[in-house]
């Protein structure tokens, strides 16, 4: 039988645009979640570097895992982005989103895209999410 956690985590993995885009779970815990993606040439815009909505839906992902990561429907409800370095085909980028305070039915959460060998921080957002009545496991459930 699987735990709690792992219910979590089997619901967030199975997001069909982070299969598709072939973005990795690498940490997943309360507030808190990792996610890589290995730029490929499908991810380039025109200057070929990465195009910037890959980038947001990278951390976008990251952000709807972490802030889901209680069992509780969380939905976006504001992203803002930095973005502050580009990237290239073969670079490997971490998105990792932090929850910074959950205040009744709203979540705050920082978001870091960086650079997975260099460590240059290629975007910042700050995102906002609205968690709704539903859990998808339930808070108690083992």
């Given at each position: 039988?699987?735990?709690?956690?792992e219910k979590i985590e089997n619901h967030i993995t199975a997001d069909p645009c982070a299969n598709a885009l072939g973005a990795?779970?690498?940490?997943?815990?309360?507030?808190?979640?990792?996610?890589?993606?290995?730029?490929?040439?499908?991810?380039?815009?025109?200057?070929?570097?990465?195009?910037?909505?890959?980038?947001?839906?990278?951390?976008?992902?990251?952000?709807?895992?972490?802030?889901?990561?209680?069992?509780?429907?969380?939905?976006?409800?504001?992203?803002?982005?930095?973005?502050?370095?580009?990237?290239?085909?073969?670079?490997?980028?971490?998105?990792?989103?932090?929850?910074?305070?959950?205040?009744?039915?709203?979540?705050?959460?920082?978001?870091?895209?960086?650079?997975?060998?260099?460590?240059?921080?290629?975007?910042?957002?700050?995102?906002?999410?609205?968690?709704?009545?539903?859990?998808?496991?339930?808070?108690?459930?083992?």
């Amino acid at each position: 039988m699987s735990t709690r956690q792992e219910k979590i985590e089997n619901h967030i993995t199975a997001d069909p645009c982070a299969n598709a885009l072939g973005a990795q779970l690498e940490a997943l815990r309360a507030g808190y979640a990792r996610y890589t993606l290995e730029i490929t040439e499908a991810m380039l815009n025109f200057h070929g570097i990465t195009h910037g909505g890959v980038v947001f839906t990278l951390g976008d992902i990251a952000f709807a895992a972490a802030s889901n990561s209680h069992g509780q429907m969380a939905v976006a409800q504001n992203v803002n982005i930095t973005f502050l370095q580009a990237s290239k085909v073969g670079t490997r980028l971490i998105a990792e989103a932090s929850e910074v305070a959950l205040n009744g039915p709203f979540g705050l959460y920082d978001i870091r895209v960086t650079d997975a060998v260099s460590g240059e921080l290629i975007a910042r957002s700050q995102a906002t999410v609205y968690r709704k009545k539903t859990w998808f496991v339930e808070e108690m459930s083992e």
